[in-house]
């Protein structure tokens, strides 16, 4: 049995995020970004949703100046932290990105359209994620 909203939509979007910021701490690379556990990662804990030990979320790059996609044949494993100050705004602390991903790259994560947008929280004076259709 699945709980229909889940089944019928999380496929159906993709969320956009862009990195805030980028350290390296004990030698693996962590990356900020300008989303949360307390906006659209809230099916992380409210749902038992888990991007933990991802090898295939990210599959091509867009060329920022010819606009056209490539493939990514390097990734590195990485924790993605939420944009709060909010020690347990941790999305994933093991999921593989692109080798080369830097500060204002965009992330493309799939299985995002349930129960994704309608939670948020200002916590922290976070501004709430825009809705592009």
Same mark, same amino acid.
């Given at each position: 049995?699945?709980?229909?909203?889940?089944?019928?939509? $999380?496929?159906? /979007? *993709?969320?956009? !995020?862009?990195?805030?910021?980028?350290?390296?701490?004990? #030698?693996? &690379?962590?990356?900020?970004?300008?989303?949360?556990? *307390?906006?659209?990662?809230? =099916?992380?804990?409210?749902?038992?949703?888990? /991007?933990?030990?991802?090898?295939?979320?990210?599959? $091509? =790059?867009?060329?920022?100046? !010819?606009?056209?996609?490539?493939?990514? *044949?390097?990734?590195?494993?990485?924790?993605? /932290?939420?944009? !709060? =100050?909010?020690?347990?705004?941790?999305? !994933?602390?093991?999921?593989?990105? &692109?080798?080369?991903?830097?500060?204002?790259?965009?992330?493309?994560?799939? #299985?995002?359209? $349930?129960?994704? *947008? #309608?939670?948020?929280?200002?916590?922290?004076?976070?501004? $709430?994620?825009?809705?592009?259709?």
């Amino acid at each position: 049995m699945a709980e229909p909203g889940r089944h019928l939509c $999380a496929n159906s /979007f *993709y969320l956009l !995020t862009r990195v805030l910021g980028k350290r390296v701490k004990n #030698g693996k &690379p962590c990356y900020h970004l300008n989303e949360s556990l *307390y906006h659209s990662f809230n =099916c992380n804990l409210m749902d038992g949703v888990s /991007f933990e030990n991802s090898t295939s979320q990210f599959y $091509a =790059c867009i060329d920022s100046k !010819t606009k056209e996609p490539s493939g990514i *044949y390097e990734t590195q494993n990485s924790t993605l /932290f939420g944009m !709060t =100050c909010d020690g347990m705004d941790i999305i !994933t602390k093991s999921i593989n990105v &692109p080798i080369d991903l830097k500060v204002s790259d965009w992330l493309c994560l799939s #299985g995002m359209g $349930a129960y994704t *947008y #309608g939670c948020k929280s200002t916590f922290n004076g976070m501004k $709430a994620t825009d809705k592009v259709i």
